[in-house]
T-cell receptor, first 117, second 111 residues
Framework: AAGVIQSPRHLIKEKRETATLKCYPI?????VYWYQQGPGQDPQFLIS???????DKGSIPDRFSAQQFSDYHSELNMSSLELGDSALYFC????????????????FGPGTRLTVL | SQQGEEDPQALSIQEGENATMNCSYK?????LQWYRQNSGRGLVHLIL?????REKHSGRLRVTLDTSKKSSSLLITASRAADTASYFC???????????FGKGITLSVRP
């Protein structure tokens, strides 16, 4: 079965540079979520999109922005990178449309490991 | 604020034994899910239990949910060395809402 695809898998950037992470959800999934996981930490929610519209926002820095495109893929744009941005960035997708009061299994991609030097 | 807190933080058992991991949360939930993460890799979805369910099974996994105590447990029976990983519980409060993760339990299964 197709899974969530993320690219690149590894990214090394210098401080103050920009980075763009891409996510391709499972086909027919309508919701995309972005999470950040620092070393030894639990994943923290950043932002989500349902049917290409932002649906929820978490602790995402103003330096970060994201969008979901017409083909449902999503991109997380990160500017003015800081050392503390070094983390694993996960994208997850779920199928919400048609569910009534349940579901919401979120399936995660392999993550992008961002290292800021 | 942290929603799910796992207990214990680390667990080491012998292959073939059962492993029980507990998770507590603070607010009302819609669903609770368990994920497995091998070191530095992706999160693998294990099982979802809805707030109106009390127990669910999937292969060697058994999950219970006690909404009155705001707690859940994950039981892995007949553990294998390949079960060595970190396990997270995650909660949501509506169908398409974000997941709030707990701190994770590191399970080591000795061959």
């Amino acid at each position: 079965a197709a899974g969530v695809i993320q690219s690149p898998r590894h990214l090394i950037k210098e401080k103050r540079e920009t980075a763009t992470l891409k996510c391709y959800p499972i086909p027919r999934h309508d919701t995309v979520y972005w999470y950040q996981q620092g070393p030894g930490q639990d994943p923290q929610f950043l932002i989500s999109f349902y049917e290409k519209m932002q649906s929820d926002k978490g602790s995402i820095p103003d330096r970060f922005s994201a969008q979901q495109f017409s083909d449902y893929h999503s991109e997380l744009n990160m500017s003015s990178l800081e050392l503390g941005d070094s983390a694993l960035y996960f994208c997850a997708s779920s199928l919400v449309r048609g569910l009534a009061g349940g579901g919401n299994e979120q399936f995660f991609g392999p993550g992008t490991r961002l290292t800021v030097l | 604020s942290q929603q799910g807190e796992e207990d214990p933080q680390a667990l080491s058992i012998q292959e073939g034994e059962n492993a029980t991991m507990n998770c507590s949360y603070k607010t009302s939930i819609n669903n609770l899910q368990w994920y497995r993460q091998n070191s530095g890799r992706g999160l693998v979805h294990l099982i979802l239990i809805r707030s109106n369910e009390r127990e669910k099974h999937s292969g060697r996994l058994r999950v219970t949910l006690d909404t009155s105590k705001k707690s859940s447990s994950l039981l892995i029976t007949a553990s294998r060395a390949a079960d060595t990983a970190s396990y997270f519980c995650a909660t949501d409060f509506r169908t398409n809402s974000k997941l709030t993760f707990g701190k994770g339990i590191t399970l080591s299964v000795r061959p």
